[in-house]
């Protein structure tokens, strides 16, 4: 009983040191993700469990002589490290202030308005699980082309209270590496933020690989975007005003679909649909698809077998082109739409230097609209919990997507 103690209070340390210092390998780096993404988000939470379980193991005599003071000096180990990390989200908020100060060519205002979420409640707060509220209705499984399959549907999301003018729309695309997720899943907290304060938001579906084969995951989102922009008005939403939003797999397909718009190439049978959006948000995108050993670094060459063997399901070598024209970094003009660009420094499955040659690159060749928002200690798919770091980054984005709305105006 002592060593089984000793050894999960031992588990408990080294979880905490993962979201601190992941491993950023190949063979464990998905089990660091998780383990590190876990532990960060939900970094409050544990602390509290794991300082009762100490405090009852320390006053306890379940556990005695060695092994007592062993397990428990690792536990409070582990709940000051939890306590940095919760500190660490909590300071994520002036890090978005700072990052949308230094957007150019213009700064983003930030107010403590943006940073009051309308979202959420006493529970949510204290689980850090998003859950429905009343107020934002849900009209689901909206098919966005009519073949009847689960791959080409949407959700709506969008206020009760009535309102006379059409309501600006985000649409948002999922992650999951091209082959898993749905529309149900990610970036809930957001939504129902935006829908709190006025906004229509789209989250789609689309074909994921094994079965799609790219660019039929392009494709697709081309096809809700066109959907939105002849169609949203009917559930309120305006068609002149659609930003893209997007997560790891899914910020790649939202930053490819607001790079490239209108381009035959991923518009088959649709080419005269207009897809041109108004702005798009990245967070931890995959904004490079070749495996570039100057962004992608050693976690290239895996990316791009899976790339080659599930989702392209053809061979770099023969075919450069296809991941250069999958690759946003690649496909950036001087007449890109604006983009605010997040990402984690401790993220292991998307490299930071991903995101920073492509704000490199952006700001290079367009003078378009560009904040980028490196958040320290932050792993993959920080959006998911309502955590105060997914918390921060919605209030990043609000008024990142209001200054857009200001934008328009001003030049209307």
């Known amino acids: 009983m002592n060593i089984v103690m000793v050894l999960g209070a031992l588990f408990v340390v080294l979880a905490v040191a993962t979201a601190y210092l992941p491993i950023k390998n190949d063979k464990v780096g998905p089990q660091s993700f998780t383990i590190g993404w876990l532990t960060s988000e939900l970094a409050a939470q544990f602390a509290v469990v794991f300082g009762v379980v100490s405090f009852c193991l320390a006053t306890s005599s379940v556990a005695t002589g060695w092994a007592k003071v062993v397990a428990t000096s690792l536990l409070v180990v582990g709940v000051i490290g939890l306590i940095g990390l ?10 978005v202030r700072s990052g949308l100060a230094s957007a150019k060519p213009t700064p983003v205002l930030f107010t403590s308005e943006h940073a009051t979420p309308r979202y959420g409640h ?25 073949d009847g399959l689960r791959a080409h549907r949407l959700d709506v999301y969008r206020s009760k209270e009535e309102s006379t003018s059409l309501k600006p729309v985000l649409l948002y695309i999922h992650g999951g590496a091209w082959v ?3 529309k149900r899943e990610q970036a809930r907290p957001m939504l129902y933020e ?31 975007i066109a959907w939105a922009k002849r169609e949203v008005a009917a559930f309120g939403g305006d068609p002149d005003f659609i930003v893209l939003a997007g997560g790891s797999a899914g910020g790649h397909l939202a930053s490819l679909c607001a790079l490239t718009p209108n381009d035959p190439m991923f518009q088959p049978g649709f080419e005269e649909a207009d897809t041109t959006v108004d702005g798009c948000i990245s967070f931890y995108g995959v904004l490079e698809m070749t495996g570039d050993q100057q962004s992608s670094g050693i976690h290239g060459r895996s990316m791009v077998k899976m790339l080659e063997k599930t989702v392209m399901k053809k061979s770099q070598r023969e075919n450069p082109e296809v991941f250069v024209a999958a690759s946003p970094l690649h496909r950036i003009t001087p007449s890109a ?5 997040f990402q984690g420094r401790n993220d292991t499955l998307v490299p930071v ?4 040659q492509f704000v490199d690159r952006f700001r290079a060749v367009t003078q378009s609209q560009l904040a980028y928002i490196e958040l320290p200690l932050a792993q993959h798919a920080f959006d998911i919990f309502s955590s105060p770091r997914c918390t921060a980054t919605t209030a990043g984005a609000i008024a990142f997507l209001e200054h857009l709305q200001s934008q328009r105006s001003s030049a209307n």
């Open 337 to 341: 739409p604006p983009f605010l660009v």
């Open 180 to 182: 898993i997720g749905d």
């Open 122 to 146: 006493l529970l949510q707060r204290i689980l850090a699980i998003p859950v429905g509220r009343r107020s934002v209705e849900v009209v689901k499984n909206i098919a966005y082309l009519s």
């Open 86 to 95: 919760h500190l660490s989200a909590k300071r994520s908020i002036a890090v």
């Open 194 to 224: 935006l829908s709190q304060r006025g906004w229509l938001c789209l989250s789609i579906n689309y074909g994921l690989s094994p079965k799609a084969t790219w660019p039929q995951h392009v494709i697709d989102c081309k096809a809700a």
């Open 353 to 356: 230097e991903v995101a920073r």
